[in-house]
């Protein structure tokens, strides 16, 4: 009597434990579940990314200014620190282009302008 007592309980803990597991690995494979994991990975995987980008960054400008450094040395420029950074002019200023004209037409129209080729003359 107590063994067939123990042998039932072992089967009944048995199918519990299995019915547990496979209702566990059944909710994990809803598409859902399967979004879900999906958008953290590719949040983990884009935040150690940016991370490494950023290390990179950091790394390439302190390189960078290193080789400034050696350059300006071997050149013999030496920049004042009480100077402020040379300002850097753009190439077009408000809307003008060098020749302080805008790129607007003037007062005429497209159609009024002279053309060298004038496609409706041939016909």
């Not at 002019?89 to 007062?107: F, K, M």
């Amino acid at each position: 009597m107590f063994r067939r007592t123990f042998w039932f309980s072992t089967g009944v803990a048995a199918g519990v434990w299995a019915t547990t597991k496979v209702n566990r690995k059944l909710r994990q494979l809803t598409p859902e579940s399967l979004a879900a994991t999906a958008a953290n990975k590719a949040l983990e995987t884009g935040a150690r990314l940016k991370d490494r980008a950023v290390g990179f960054a950091l790394d390439v400008r302190d390189n960078m200014a290193q080789r400034e450094a050696e350059l300006g040395e071997a050149l013999g420029i030496h920049e004042d620190p009480a100077l402020p950074a040379p300002r850097r002019h753009p190439a077009i200023e408000n809307g003008r282009g060098p020749s302080g004209r805008s790129g607007r037409l003037d007062d005429t129209t497209y159609s009024q302008q002279k053309n060298p080729y004038n496609r409706n003359e041939d016909h």
